[in-house]
């Protein structure tokens, strides 16, 4: 049985280049496999930048490398499932990591409950949200609006989900998303006609998160204070 009371911890990152995150997160995924740290819970806003997951196929890389260069985009290979994505402003990104070995081994359970997690997200905002049968992501009717992609070490999950919610959509033209040429990717603000609140949007995707997988958030008063005394 998993305990309602089980303390999570929160680190709001604001936002960071994408590297040094992505670095953090592998340092906490060996703290938490050695049990040095509960599991925990990073939000962030990146600059604007490209990754490449294990299944990605290079031709859904759209732009010349001097294309990114002028656009200010980076790009990376890294270790997390699926296809090529954008991360950028106004977009909120959640990076859960937290041992398995709790909630039964069991990473495409988990899959589906950050979906559950993203969908009651939008909900709040008065978007039905759903999947689509055969496709990754979050959908509301024919566009994609947040993004899931995990890795998983040792039974500890790291990388995670995305929402756009006032995200430059441009960027997107960059890419095939996530492998995707038949449906466009969409935002909150896009599919509401105005722009949203990011603090908003973040702070009720944390709480979905928590009361979906019944943690206790513990916000970390100086997220960098606590990363450096790690």
């Known amino acids: 049985m998993i305990n309602a009371d089980k303390p999570l911890l929160y680190l709001p990152l604001g936002r960071r280049p994408y590297e040094s995150v992505w670095q953090l997160q592998k340092r906490l995924v060996a703290a938490r496999a050695a049990g040095k740290v509960d599991d925990l819970l990073i939000s962030v806003e990146h600059d604007p930048v490209l990754t490449m997951g294990r299944g990605t196929d290079r031709a859904n890389l759209l732009a010349a490398p001097e294309t990114l260069k002028q656009r200010g985009v980076g790009l990376f290979e890294i270790e997390r499932g699926g296809d090529i994505t954008f991360h950028g402003p106004g977009q909120v990104v959640l990076y859960p990591i937290i041992d398995l070995r709790r909630r039964g081994r069991d990473s495409h359970k988990y899959l589906r409950d950050l979906e559950s997690v993203v969908i009651a997200t939008l909900a709040e905002w008065g978007l039905e949200a759903g999947v689509k049968p055969g496709l990754t ?94």
């Open 137 to 230: 992501g979050i959908w509301v009717g024919d566009y994609k609006v947040g993004a899931i992609g995990v890795a998983v070490s040792k039974w500890i999950t790291y990388h995670g989900v995305a929402i756009n919610v006032n995200v430059d959509l441009s960027f997107f033209d960059l890419i095939n998303p996530c492998g995707i040429t038949d449906y466009p990717v969409g935002s909150i603000a896009q599919l509401l006609g105005k722009g949203q609140g990011m603090r908003e949007v973040e702070r009720a995707l944390v709480r979905s998160f928590a009361k979906h997988f019944a943690y206790n958030v513990k916000q970390v008063g100086d997220p960098d204070k606590w990363i450096t005394d790690l």
